[in-house]
C-alpha cells in the first residue's frame, strides 16, 4: 500500500529537523531532540524517522511498504510521480536521478530497509550535516542542532578560519564544531541499517559549459519561469524586490503572469547616482495589476545596524548579519499588505553572470577571441597590462595556489585581475588578529591544500560554484531570519534547475565585456519588455555602507568591549576598539571588518541562547 501526504508549499527558509535510523536504540537518541512544538514523522515500524518543526505546507511524503521519501522545503513535485517512485524504490541511489529532477529548493529524505539517506541542494542553500550520538549516527539541517546534543563549544581552529578573509573553498563549508560533519552540497548522506556506518556519495556533477546560448535561452526561462511558478502558482499576494536591476526585474514580470497578486518593493538607495528608482518606476509602467511601494530611503537601515540586537539562533558566523536590518526592514510591511512569500532577484549575479577566470582558458583554446575579450575587461575592469600577463601566465594548480596564500596572510590586499583571472581573492588576514590565529589559519589552509582538488578543473567554472556556494551561506540564514520575522523570503534563481540551465552556456557567451548580462537578456525577451532589458548597470549602496561605519562606530566600539574572540585569544581587542574610532580609516571601505564582526556577533548570539536555555 501506498500512502502520500501533500502540499505545494513554498519553503518557509525555517523548516529544521533530524533524521534517525529505523532502530531502538536510535528512537531513544530521537526523544532527545523533541521540543515544545516540534513534529515527528515515523519509519514503518513506527519509530521516529524525522523531528523536528515544518509547516504543513512544506512536506511531501510518499509511504510505500517499508519505503519512504520525503521532500521538505519548496517543491511542486508531481504527486503520482512521488507515489510509484517511492513503490519503485530498490535502493537508495534509485534517488540520486529524483533529486536531479525534481524544480524548487528542498530537502530530500529517504529511508528503506533500516537505511536512510540525506540530501541538501546542489547550491548549498540547503545543508546536511551528521554526528554520532550515544553510538547513533544522526543527519540534521541545521549543525548546532546536532551541537547543542554533544553539548559542544565551538572549535577555535575553526573560528580562526573564519577570521579569513574571505575563507576560501573548502574552509568554509566546515562545520563549526569537530564532532559534527558538514556534508557537501554535491553529496548526500546515507547511514547503514546498523544505524552507525556512513557514508558520503556523490548526486550531482555540474553540467560542463558547452551549450550555445540561443539554445540554452528557452531552457533558462523554462527553468526560472518554474522556480517562481513553484511559490506563486497558489495564488494569493506575493512581493517581489523590484530594484530595477535585471535580476529582480525579471522575477517580477515572471511572478506577474501567475495566479497570484504581486506587490512590488523598491527601495531607493540614498545616493544621488542612484536609479534604481527610475528603472523600478520604468517596469511598473509595464506591469498595470502590480502594488508599488515605494520607501523612504532615508528610513531604510544602513549597514552595521543592530549588530549588538541580533539574537537570531544561526549555526555558523555570517557576514550577512552586516545586512540584516536592511533584508528584514521592509518585510513587516509586506506581510502587512498579505504578502505570504518574498520574492527576491538574489542569486542573478552569480548564474546570470559569471566568471572572467573562464579567459585563462579561453586564452589557451580560443586565443585571438580571448585576445578580443580582454582588451574589453581591461577597460572595463581597469586592469593593468602587466598585471594581466602574470595573471593568465599563471598555471598554479588550486592546491598549490591554496598553499602559497597561505605564506602571504598578512600581506596586501591581492589586486584585482589576479583575483579576477585567477582561483579567487586570495585570503588575508589583518592587524587585529592575533599571531596565534594567524598560526591556526595557516595550518588549516597548508592542510587542505595538501588534499583538496577543486571544484571544477576549469578555474572559471571552479570559481561561479564557489561564488553561488559562499552566497547561499549568507541567504540560508537570510531565509531563516526572515521566516521568524513573518514574512518567508525565496531566491529563485538559487533552485537546483536554474542554476544548472545557466551553468551549461558556453563561457564565450556567458561572460563578455561587451553586454551586461547576456545570458538573463535572451533568457528574458519576451517576458520582460526590451526597454527594461537595456540596463546594464546596477547600484553598489556604497554610500549606505561608508554612512554605515560612521553612523554605528558607537556599536562597534561597544561590540569590542568585551569581546568574546579577545576573550579566546583570537584578536586583539584594542586594535578594534581603535579601529572603531576612525570609520574612515583605510581598508575599512573594502569591507575587510565583516568576517570579524560576523564570528563575533555569532559568539554573542550563542550565549544569549544559552543563556534562554537555562532561564527559560
Request: hydrophobic share 45%.
Amino acid at each position: 500500500m501506498t500512502e502520500l501526504h501533500e502540499s505545494a508549499g513554498t519553503g518557509s527558509g525555517d523548516a529544521h529537523f533530524a533524521v534517525f535510523p529505523d532502530r531502538a536504540d536510535a528512537a531513544a537518541v530521537a526523544r532527545s531532540f523533541a521540543r515544545p512544538g516540534s513534529r515527528t514523522l515515523a519509519h514503518a515500524s513506527g519509530r521516529p524517522w524525522l523531528v523536528g518543526h515544518w509547516h504543513d505546507e512544506d512536506i511531501r511524503t510518499a509511504y510505500a511498504g517499508g519505503a519512504r521519501v520525503a521532500v521538505v522545503g519548496c517543491c511542486p513535485a508531481d504527486a503520482d510521480e512521488l507515489r510509484r517512485r517511492t513503490a519503485r524504490l530498490r535502493d537508495l541511489a534509485e534517488l540520486d536521478a529524483l533529486a536531479r529532477s525534481l524544480p524548487g529548493s528542498f530537502h530530500l529524505v529517504g529511508a528503506l530497509d533500516g537505511r536512510i539517506r540525506v540530501q541538501g541542494t546542489a547550491s548549498g542553500l540547503r545543508l546536511v550535516f551528521h554526528a554520532e550520538i550515544d553510538g547513533v549516527r544522526v543527519a540534521a539541517t541545521r549543525a548546532d542542532t546536532l551541537a547543542a546534543a554533544l553539548g559542544l563549544d565551538p572549535d577555535i581552529e575553526e573560528l580562526a578560519v573564519r577570521l579569513l578573509w574571505p575563507a576560501p573553498y573548502p574552509l568554509f563549508e566546515t562545520s563549526m564544531w569537530r564532532p559534527v560533519t558538514a556534508v557537501a552540497p554535491q553529496d548526500a548522506v546515507v547511514v547503514a541499517a546498523d544505524g552507525r556506518t556512513v557514508r558520503h556519495t556523490r548526486w550531482w556533477t555540474p553540467p560542463e559549459p558547452v551549450r550555445p546560448l540561443a539554445e540554452a535561452a528557452p531552457l533558462i526561462r523554462a527553468a526560472l519561469e518554474e522556480a517562481v511558478g513553484a511559490r506563486t502558482r497558489q495564488g494569493g499576494v506575493v512581493s517581489c524586490d523590484l530594484s530595477g536591476g535585471l535580476d529582480s526585474t525579471s522575477v517580477c514580470f515572471l511572478a506577474d503572469r501567475s495566479p497570484a497578486h504581486v506587490v512590488a518593493s523598491t527601495w531607493p538607495g540614498r545616493d544621488p547616482a542612484d536609479t534604481d528608482l527610475h528603472w523600478a518606476e520604468r517596469a511598473i509602467g509595464h506591469l498595470p495589476d502590480v502594488e508599488h511601494v515605494v520607501w523612504d530611503a532615508d528610513a531604510s537601515p544602513l549597514v552595521y545596524e543592530d549588530l549588538l540586537g541580533i539574537d537570531d539562533l544561526l549555526d555558523e558566523p555570517t557576514i550577512g548579519v552586516m545586512d540584516r536590518s536592511r533584508a528584514l526592514h521592509h518585510l513587516p510591511g509586506l506581510a502587512a499588505r498579505g504578502s505570504r512569500v518574498h520574492l527576491t532577484g538574489i542569486g542573478g549575479d552569480h548564474v546570470a553572470w559569471c566568471s572572467d577566470a573562464y579567459y585563462h582558458r579561453l586564452l589557451r583554446t580560443r586565443p585571438l577571441f580571448a585576445l578580443r575579450q580582454l582588451r574589453g575587461c581591461r577597460a572595463l575592469w581597469h586592469w593593468p597590462l602587466g598585471g594581466t600577463v602574470r595573471a593568465l601566465a599563471d598555471s598554479r594548480p588550486y592546491g598549490k595556489w591554496l598553499a602559497d596564500a597561505a605564506g602571504r596572510l598578512r600581506g596586501p590586499l591581492p589586486p584585482s585581475v589576479a583575483s579576477g583571472l585567477g582561483w579567487g581573492m586570495a585570503p588575508r588576514l589583518f592587524d587585529w588578529v592575533t599571531p596565534e590565529a594567524e598560526d591556526i589559519a595557516r595550518r588549516a589552509l597548508l592542510a587542505a591544500a595538501a588534499t583538496v582538488s577543486p571544484l571544477h578543473s576549469d578555474r572559471g567554472l571552479h570559481t561561479d560554484l564557489e561564488q553561488i556556494r559562499s552566497c547561499t551561506r549568507v541567504i540560508r540564514q537570510w531565509d531563516r531570519m526572515a521566516a521568524l520575522a513573518g514574512l518567508p523570503m525565496a531566491s529563485p534563481f538559487l533552485d537546483d534547475r536554474v542554476i544548472e540551465a545557466c551553468l551549461a552556456v558556453r563561457p564565450s557567451e556567458r561572460v563578455t565585456p561587451w553586454r551586461y548580462k547576456p545570458v538573463l537578456t535572451a533568457a528574458m525577451r519576451g517576458i520582460v519588455p526590451e526597454d527594461c532589458l537595456r540596463r546594464a548597470n546596477k547600484a553598489t549602496a556604497a554610500m549606505d555602507a561608508a554612512n554605515g561605519l560612521r553612523d554605528h562606530r558607537a556599536d562597534l566600539l561597544a561590540l569590542w568591549e568585551d569581546s568574546r574572540l579577545a576573550e579566546l585569544g583570537l584578536v586583539d581587542g584594542a586594535e578594534l576598539r581603535r579601529l572603531a574610532q576612525r570609520p574612515a580609516s583605510k581598508g575599512l571601505s573594502d569591507a575587510i571588518l565583516y568576517s570579524t564582526i560576523a564570528a563575533e556577533v555569532w559568539l554573542r548570539g550563542l550565549d544569549r541562547s544559552r543563556t534562554r536555555a537555562a532561564h527559560p
